[in-house]
């Protein structure tokens, strides 16, 4: 049987491997996020110029350029997931002592992972929509005084999404990583493998997770600076939690050869 790392070993362990590759996963990071920036700043000009222009003849804005916003938004969810998948690329690129090269954050665009990518991308931004909207449509609704009862009802529906969308979730985290490390599994081989190895696992990466976040609002405090180092800190450590399941046992089998058994 497995002697798994505890949390601080991993993370020190990510240190460790991040020494002095820090540079390209800052910049691979600030691509995708300037490039995901860009996108729904396009989907959401309509809108500031249609408030602009209500503003200005004290109409209405347009419920179009608000229509254009939200699909804007499902669309940067979506790319997001491309990016994840190329960053995905560079920590395991890291981890397996590869080179590491920024450009590689365009990986999921490649014709070999495009479509798996682009499913997994478009589940993941569903489920969140779909789980997380009903909490988030009630918080919208703010009654413009305080009111318990829809604080309450706020946060119940808040947090019914985040209990249904973070086992899954996690199961898609690992998918992303099986799509670079198994390029020959289809779509549903990925999601049915993903769920085989982090089962019995989600306790222990949710809680990995979680422990981030402590730093996480650190770096709120240092404007946002902190996040240049603790998001690739944070990202190898998830990838070295997968890699850590993906091990063979003492009878030669990896987590993913059981799983795909049972």
Known sequence: MNQYAKHDELKDNAKDRLRGKYGDLILGAFLSFLILLCVLFIFTLPLILSILTSTITGGSYSMTSIRFLQAGLLITMILSGFFKTGLNWLYLSIACGQRCYYGDIFIG????????????????????????????????????????????????????????????????????????????????????????????????????????????????????????????????????????????????NSSLKNGSRN
Request: aromatic residues 16%; glycine residues 10%.
């Open 109 to 252: 665009f490649h014709r070999e992972n495009l479509w798996k990518t682009l499913f997994l991308s478009t589940l993941r931004t569903l489920l969140r929509t779909a789980v997380l909207l009903p909490g988030l449509i009630q918080a919208f609704h703010y009654p413009g005084h305080f009111d318990f009862q829809w604080l309450i009802m706020t946060l119940a529906a808040l947090g019914a999404g985040c209990a249904v969308y973070i086992p899954l979730g996690l199961v898609l985290e690992t998918a992303f990583c099986l799509l670079l490390d198994f390029p020959d599994l289809g779509n549903a081989a990925l999601l049915r493998d993903g769920f085989f190895v982090i089962r019995g696992h989600r306790g222990r990466f949710f809680l990995l997770l979680c422990s981030f976040l402590p730093v996480y609002l650190l770096c709120i405090l240092s404007l946002g600076i902190g996040f240049l180092w603790i998001v690739p800190w944070a990202g190898m450590t998830r990838v070295l939690f997968y890699l850590e399941l993906m091990k063979p046992d003492a009878t030669g």
